[in-house]
């Protein structure tokens, strides 16, 4: 995309660099029924004192139709044909009724209208345009511009009404640039250099891809993330004119409260602002200019209407003062680079005049002229007093200085209380700037949706959803279809594992239904509904899916026989190892687990017998999804006894309690024995006397 703007500025470049005044555009293409003309400027700048053509133009003039465009071109050849087509069928058919065959024929009219700006004769070939009947025809360029005839002068009343409007001359225009596929016809370049004077017209750029170019280039130069070295496009223009209209009371119509507040080819970006001279609310509308071209759809000129308040207010305010003029009103309005007009803000402007008290000027004067003469008279005095000697100099010129320097404190004192009390009265003027209150009511095709047409606006947008929704899926099922034909085709006659698993016959009926449905899907199919497909779909599935599935198992069950039994041989590893390691799984568990796996390695013995006596074309004995369910069965009641956990170990606890009770006994037994030998001692020691004079702690020691 850079490449190709890159390539039409350079193509601008040249044009500017050769045209050296009006630059017209002429805009015609065919899948807009639009024609636009439109004339520049080159735009000058100053720099040093020298001026010099910048590489842009300023929109000068802008006007076309809406009506037709090089489309109508294609239209006027369509019917023609189509009465063609219409005489050869006979029986009064008219192919006008069949949209599908009118889509067909507009298709190649196209291409026989490209044809004839390079030929003078161009060929007409549609095949089965309806009913299998193929439209064969020829037409040349006379006649192709005689159908057309009433275009050709319109599309010069757009350049007719700009010239106009513009004052401009023909031969003031010093390029003619083409823009539009439709510019390439011959007749209407013809048309362009008569009525213009011109030999030759400017094709510098690309017809098909300039406008689009062009928008790129132009968004680029307003983007602020995009920065080019070197700025180049158009300064563009208001398309259309604004008016100004105010409404209030006490408002006095006159030329003020309707004026033209836009004109038509403005610049943008702009801004813009009007004064009112006026004390109370008023209103503020802004409206199209009803000499100049509308936006197609616009059924009133008033577009906006504002509602200015807080005037009255600031207005009763400051009316007590001394008003220098009347109070007025001031609207600021900015037209986007998109050419939308707004009102931004408002503000009331209020001047007053009024006596201020200021010093008076001439008192500066008068101050100076007394400090002056007490310096003089200090001076004086001490030149009288240097002839008694220089000590007594000395001393008086310092009390001299202290007497001057008091002095001149004084004055200045003095000076300052004089100046501060002495002022004068001067009239000044004041301005205040009160921001007023704005309120946008919209008006027009802008103005607000009621309830009833907002729910009448969503219940249609909901409608279109749903059609979008069924397009799709429309679109979706009947690539389904077509995919799905393609790619059985494709096996049936190509794959040999296919012709293994289906007979002969089988093949060549579902071969003769998947032709049948594709011509179906060719012929009637392009109307059909996402329901006729899927019906479509649904019973070409019947005849193939069976096939398709034995296809499948025809290597999936095989695959799925030795994985289950590979597994049946581990299992038996795994037993082995549950006796030798997990004892405690209980036997009953264990042979539980081998019952499963020799009744599961019975059915698939069983199974692979029986499949093995009949063909793979038929339906096959088991599936390859019957023997993984059963070994997944298998597995989880394995997994299960695999995670019986080991059982704790058993505490006697009998043994230790009875072990607990004899210490006990014994250690009672040494106690009383103890008693008794020192209760013993004790009555020795008292029948000899001796024993009573010992101490307690002997006592206790021998205890």
Not at 97 to 110: E, F, R, Y
Not at 529 to 547: C, N
Request: net charge negative.
């Amino acid at each position: 995309m850079s490449t190709r703007v890159l390539r039409c500025s350079m193509e601008l470049i040249k044009i500017f660099r050769m045209s050296l005044g009006m630059l017209f555009f002429m805009t015609w293409g065919r899948a807009v029924p639009m024609l636009r003309s439109c004339i520049t400027r080159p735009t000058v700048q100053e720099s040093m004192g020298r001026q010099f053509q910048s590489i842009s133009f300023r929109l000068g003039m802008l006007d076309g139709t809406q009506i037709w465009g090089g489309q109508d071109l294609e239209l006027s050849m369509a019917e023609y044909f189509a009465d063609e087509f219409n005489e050869q069928v006979g029986n009064g058919f008219d192919v006008r009724k069949h949209p599908k065959a009118m889509a067909k024929l507009k298709k190649q009219v196209k291409r026989t209208k490209e044809i004839l700006s390079a030929n003078t004769v161009a060929p007409m070939s549609v095949e089965s345009l309806h009913d299998d009947r193929d439209f064969r025809s020829s037409i040349t360029r006379e006649k192709f511009e005689e159908l057309c005839a009433d275009l050709w002068e319109k599309s010069l009343i757009p350049l007719k009404e700009m010239l106009a409007y513009s004052g401009l001359k023909a031969d003031e225009i010093h390029a003619v640039e083409l823009i539009g596929g439709a510019t390439r016809v011959p007749k209407l370049q013809a048309k362009l250099q008569e009525f213009l004077g011109r030999k030759e017209l400017d094709k510098h750029l690309d017809a098909d891809e300039a406008v689009v170019l062009g928008a790129a280039l132009h968004a680029a130069n307003l983007s602020d993330g995009i920065k080019l070295n070197r700025k180049l496009g158009m300064i563009d223009g208001a398309t259309y004119g604004y008016v100004l209209e105010l409404d209030g009371l006490d408002l006095v119509k006159d030329e003020n409260t309707k004026q033209v507040l836009v004109p038509r080819m403005k610049k943008v970006f702009s801004k813009m602002y009007r004064s009112i001279i006026h004390n109370k609310d008023f209103e503020a509308s802004l409206a199209y200019e009803s000499e100049g071209p509308l936006p197609p759809g616009v059924l009133s000129l008033k577009f906006a209407q504002y509602t200015v308040s807080g005037l009255t207010d600031a207005s009763e305010k400051y009316s007590s003062r001394n008003l220098s003029s009347p109070i007025k009103a001031n609207l600021h309005f900015s037209l986007s680079r998109s050419g939308v007009l707004t009102l931004d803000r408002a503000e009331a402007v209020i001047e007053i005049s009024e006596w201020v008290e200021v010093p008076k000027k001439n008192l500066t004067m008068d101050n100076s002229t007394s400090s002056a003469n007490v310096t003089l008279e200090a001076s004086t005095l001490a030149n009288l007093t240097v002839e008694g000697g220089p000590k007594n100099a000395s001393e008086e010129n310092s009390i001299n200085s202290r007497d001057t320097s008091s002095t001149n404190a004084s004055d200045s004192s003095a000076e300052e209380e004089s100046n501060a009390d002495v002022t004068e009265k001067k009239l000044k003027k004041r301005t205040f700037r009160v921001p007023l209150k704005v309120i946008e009511k919209k008006m027009g095709p802008g103005i607000s949706l009621s309830k009833e047409s907002l729910a009448d606006a969503k219940r249609k947008l909901e409608e279109l959803d749903k059609k979008d929704a069924e397009r799709r899926q429309t679109a979706e099922l009947k690539n389904n279809l077509e995919g799905y034909i393609y790619n059985t085709r494709e096996k049936i006659e190509s794959s040999d594992e296919v012709q293994k698993v289906s007979t002969s016959e089988e093949r060549e009926a579902f071969i003769k239904k998947l032709e049948e449905v594709q011509e179906w899907l060719y012929m009637d199919g392009e109307d059909a509904t996402a329901s006729e497909f899927q019906e479509h779909l649904d019973m070409l599935k019947a005849i193939g899916d069976p096939i398709f599935f034995r296809l499948t198992e025809l290597s999936a069950r095989p695959e799925a026989t030795r994985h289950a039994k590979r597994y049946l041989g581990e299992l038996k590893e795994i037993v082995h190892g549950w006796e030798a390691n997990k004892s405690w799984i209980p036997k009953e568990r264990i042979d539980e687990v081998l019952n499963d796996a020799d009744k599961f390695k019975k059915w698939l013995d069983e199974k692979e017998v029986e499949q093995n006596k009949i063909p793979v074309s038929m339906t096959p004995v088991f599936t390859s999804e019957e023997v993984y369910d059963k070994l997944v069965d298998l597995q989880v009641k394995v997994a299960s006894v695999n995670r019986i956990p080991k059982p704790k170990p058993k505490v006697e606890k009998s043994a230790k309690n009875g072990t607990d009770s004899a210490k006990t006994e014994n250690a009672d037994s040494a106690t009383g024995s103890t008693e008794d030998n020192s209760s013993n001692k004790e009555e020795a020691g008292t029948s000899d006397g001796s024993a009573t004079d010992k101490p307690d702690s002997e006592v206790h020691d021998e205890l």
